[in-house]
């Protein structure tokens, strides 16, 4: 049977709370970053428990507003994993520094200690590491690095908000950690993003940074830029941040369902999840799969109405930086490996229980027939 509506990879959890908070915001008659923001910050800090939450335009400006907080410099050598976001590693162009990756573990897509180690040079000034999939990094494995090395470490946790490591909310791990609310996040503003951190200073740097470095109006002590958030954009937030907990519940709930129907299946590896994370935040689930069966697959569900995703492809195999930087596919092997097996299929708040084990059959099905 093929059902006649497609299942989208992921729809965010929209209603009329939200669309009578923008309603109210809007009819105040302030529509920029304001009181609305302010609270979404306050409520963010308070549900992470970090001293410092800042609301941004979208989480690439979260990246590049701490890069600039930090006075990174043109020459400086910044770390950072092939398997990300193009962001990530778009950041450090920005400023002219020196891209350095590394590759990462082919089971939980996040790179690690060992990875980072090998790229370390007297020239390296920032490490960047990446939350992929939502699946928090193994930080205390990295915060060697810190202890070792005495480099700076930022996260972009833009998919993990929400998730728990060791029982903790992910936010306060590092010096900064960087959040996305694009759509398909587990709290959406539209476009929005957040930097959370417990240093004072880093956060009063950021404030300015991110208001075109106005100290007050129209005092401009800093070479700033519009990162702001607005108070339409944080009303939304706030309304999402009151069912984060129950969504990712849900989530949990599609992701067992998967795993129990996947767990004996040859074919399909089911996500690694470390003993160290309390709580996935379920951005993705993503199987892997045989490389000569991924694209096969992905055309099968799409035929069956089911939406997936292939992400994301490494930063090296990328056209701009594989052209810029003359790299190649095997340049980073766990990565390139771990991409060319990857599939994220459909994981969101509103999936009903028929329709994960409607995509489940169907993908098992795929292996029967293939």
């Excluded at 001293?51 to 590049?64: C, E, Q, V």
């Excluded at 990530?88 to 020196?98: C, F, G, I, P, Q």
Aim: hydrophobic share 35%; proline share 4%.
């Amino acid at each position: 049977m093929i059902m006649g509506k497609k299942i989208p990879v992921a729809k965010p959890d929209i209603t009329h709370k939200e669309i009578n908070a923008v309603t109210r915001t809007v009819s105040t008659g302030w529509i920029t970053m304001g009181k609305k923001v302010q609270e979404f910050e306050k409520k963010v800090s308070k549900f992470l428990n970090v001293k410092h939450a800042m609301a941004i335009n979208n989480g690439t400006s979260a990246l590049d507003v701490i890069l600039s907080a930090l006075e990174i410099m043109p020459g400086d050598e910044i770390i950072v994993p092939s398997l990300t976001y193009i962001s990530t590693a778009n950041v450090v162009l920005y400023k002219n520094a020196k891209l350095i990756l590394c590759d990462s573990d082919e089971n939980t897509f996040n790179t690690n200690f060992n990875f980072i180690k090998k790229k370390i040079s007297k020239k390296t000034k920032l490490i960047i590491a990446t939350d992929m999939k939502g699946l928090p990094l193994d930080y205390d494995d990295l915060d060697k690095i810190r202890k070792i090395y005495k480099i700076p470490i930022i996260i972009d946790s833009a998919e993990s908000f929400s998730a728990k490591y060791k029982g903790h909310q992910v936010g306060k791990q590092f010096l900064a950690h960087t959040f996305s609310f694009f759509a398909n996040k587990n709290l959406t503003t539209g476009e929005g993003g957040m930097v959370v951190t417990n240093s004072n200073k880093l956060a009063e740097k950021i404030k300015i940074l991110r208001n075109q470095g106005q100290l007050s109006r129209y005092k401009h002590i800093m070479l700033g830029n519009n990162y702001r958030m607005t108070d339409i954009s944080a009303s939304i937030g706030i309304e999402q941040l009151k069912k984060i907990k129950k969504n990712v519940i849900r989530k949990n709930i599609i992701a067992k369902i998967y795993n129990k129907s996947f767990k004996n299946n040859p074919y399909i590896q089911i996500p690694t999840l470390p003993n160290y994370v309390s709580q996935h935040s379920w951005y993705n689930y993503c199987i892997k799969v045989p490389k000569n069966k991924r694209d096969k697959l992905v055309k099968y569900l799409k035929k069956n109405n089911i939406e997936t995703r292939v992400s994301f492809p490494p930063v090296h195999i990328q056209p701009y930086y594989k052209k810029k930087f003359e790299y190649k596919c095997n340049d980073y092997p766990n990565s390139y490996n771990a991409y060319k097996k990857m599939i994220d299929i459909p994981i969101w708040p509103g999936l009903t229980t028929f329709q994960a084990k409607h995509i489940s059959k169907k993908i098992l099905e795929f292996f029967q027939i293939s």
